[in-house]
């Protein structure tokens, strides 16, 4: 318990550094409370389940059925081997699965926890960091179904794997950036969640993640959805790996040339509007 | 040493969908000066206008005003949950804000996850969310309740809740809206006695209330709100002398047990 007096000043500030100085303690203060982060994201997932026979298990359950289903029916549609396809498939399904609540989830961040932004004042990051840890919790409850497929295809990713480390660090980065930039514009236009909803509908499809680019290679379509395609550069840099592939530096390029813009706008956009989200709600 | 300083502090809440020009002018002339324009043009309401005051240890303030006053709004503001528009809020010492029955709470949740949630925020360490859970456990009166989702309680309970959390993390200044009126005669004395502890302990006690009796009672200094500005400060008697009506004033002084 901290009970020595800390002097406090909140000032109409009109000035970018002390605007600048203000969003960094928001967000240092939203690490240093994790603790709370992580708790609100473990109930969020108990609540969603409390009273259910299986509970989080629903999670791994659900996304095996789909896996099963659509792998079995869309390796014929594609004339694939279902040996080579339904590993491709899971991995992809898990991935995108992740990024896409990622991001729709991101735009509600702060309309859904108005009850408490509106009765004290808490870092406005932690509300973006508990839908980022929400996520990962669900990505964790994903990942088992990866590893039954692996299994049961006998596919064994190399030590080459250990790379999607970095690769899934800049998931995170970019997962909290984004909840900041969409969760503040999802409270001030609040057309923003449903617009969003439907690129992110568009963007399933033309991302390699039912299919895969080389199935395409010959028809020469394959290269404008992946050569600009920020979300085919963000999975496969986590995707590759898992799959065997060696490192592709055209991906990593993309991935972190993409990353380093979005936290450019959302520095900026965090920092200027950082002190209206509470009236916005 | 707990201090609150309050410089000059103007809030004003945009109004995004009254765009339309004659719905402005309508609007406009209706309220009676309290909506601007800001530097966009886009339509305000300005909820606090060029607020003043300073807070020290052992000041207990009331605010009394009708309804949009702007007494929530103020009490937000000092909270540090609307970032003014103009002046500044200087605190020293831990605030704590009792502003909505509900708190923040996740009316899903049971009792004791929102104690641990509203610990946690705080930074307590696990052995501390344990003994506050058994202080708030004890103070509420709400024992087996607190196993169960918030969103089953009385309103009641609700506000024994979120009072006996808020006064057990020792809140050094402590900020509450009328709603805690909504306990019954037990519990007031209680929540009394404990506020009473706490601002002997040299806290800062701000309070909201329609009612001059509880006002008369709990603070030693009241500011009238009029229009998002301070219309009267002073002490209880003096202010409720200049806002109530002769004969309810002297009624009240007299329930209270003083002479006019």
């Known amino acids: 318990m901290s009970d020595i007096p800390k002097r406090q000043v909140i000032a109409a500030s009109h000035s970018w550094s002390e605007r600048l100085r203000l969003a960094w303690a928001d967000l240092a203060d939203t690490a240093r409370l994790w603790p709370l982060v992580w708790t609100l994201s473990l109930f969020d997932i108990r609540l969603r389940y409390r009273g259910s026979l299986l509970g989080p298990l629903w999670l791994t359950l659900s996304t095996a059925v789909m ?23 899971t991995i992809s399904l898990v991935l995108w699965t992740f990024i896409s609540t990622m991001v729709s989830e991101a735009t509600t961040c702060f309309t859904q926890a108005d009850a408490m932004i509106r009765s004290m004042r808490m870092p406005h990051g932690v509300h973006a960091a508990r839908v980022v840890m929400r996520n990962t919790l669900v990505l964790g409850h ?140 | 040493m707990a201090q609150l300083i309050v410089d000059n502090v103007s809030v004003s809440f945009p109004l995004y969908h009254a765009e339309s020009r004659s719905l402005k002018k309508t609007v406009l002339a209706a309220a009676s000066g309290r909506l601007g324009e800001d530097s966009r043009h886009r339509l305000t309401v300005e909820a606090l206008r060029g607020v003043s005051f300073t807070l020290n240890t ?57 104690i641990r949630l509203r610990a946690l925020f705080g930074g307590y360490s696990e052995a501390q969310i344990r003994d506050l859970q058994e202080d708030v456990a004890a103070f509420a009166g709400l024992d087996q309740f607190l196993a169960l989702p918030v969103r089953t309680y009385s309103s009641g309970m609700v506000v024994r809740l979120g009072f006996a959390m808020a006064t057990a993390i020792h809140p050094q200044i402590l900020l509450m809206d009328e709603w805690l009126l909504a306990g019954d005669a037990s519990f007031l004395d209680k929540a009394r006695h404990r506020l009473e502890a706490m601002v002997n302990g040299a806290e800062i006690l701000v309070l909201s209330s329609h009612r001059p009796d509880i006002l008369l009672q709990w603070c030693n200094r009241l500011i009238w709100l009029d229009g998002g500005m301070v219309k009267a400060d002073g002490t209880p008697e003096e202010v409720l002398a200049a806002y109530l009506p002769p004969d309810q004033f002297a009624h009240v002084l007299e329930a209270a047990g003083k002479t006019a």
């Open chain 1, 67 to 89: 896996v099963g289903a659509i792998g079995v029916l869309y390796a014929r549609l594609f004339h694939q081997d279902v040996t080579d396809y339904l590993p491709f498939l």
């Open chain 1, 142 to 281: 994903n990942v088992v179904v990866v590893a039954v497929v692996f299994a049961l295809f006998g596919t064994k990713p190399g030590l080459d794997c250990f790379t999607l480390l970095p690769g899934f660090l800049l998931w995170l980065a970019d997962a909290m950036a984004a909840s900041l930039l969409l969760g503040l514009f999802g409270a001030r236009f609040r057309d923003i969640p449903p617009i969003v909803a439907s690129v992110m509908q568009i963007a399933f499809y033309v991302t390699p993640i039912m299919w895969n680019p080389a199935m395409l290679a010959h028809r020469g379509l394959a290269k404008a959805f992946v050569e600009l395609n920020p979300f085919y550069a963000l999975l496969e840099i986590v995707r590759g790996p898992l799959l065997g592939l060696p490192i592709n530096p055209g991906a990593w390029q993309l991935a972190v040339l993409y990353s380093l813009g979005l936290f450019l706008i959302t520095g900026l956009v965090f920092v200027r509007a950082r002190p209206r989200l509470p009236y916005w709600l």
């Open chain 2, 58 to 114: 052992g000041d207990r303030l009331g605010f009394i005003g009708s309804n949009g006053a702007g007494k929530t709004t103020l009490l937000r503001t000092m909270a540090g949950i609307y970032e003014p528009v103009g002046g500044s809020i200087t605190t020293e010492g831990v605030v704590t804000a009792l502003l909505d029955p509900g708190q923040g709470m996740n009316p899903d949740l049971t009792g004791n996850e929102n």
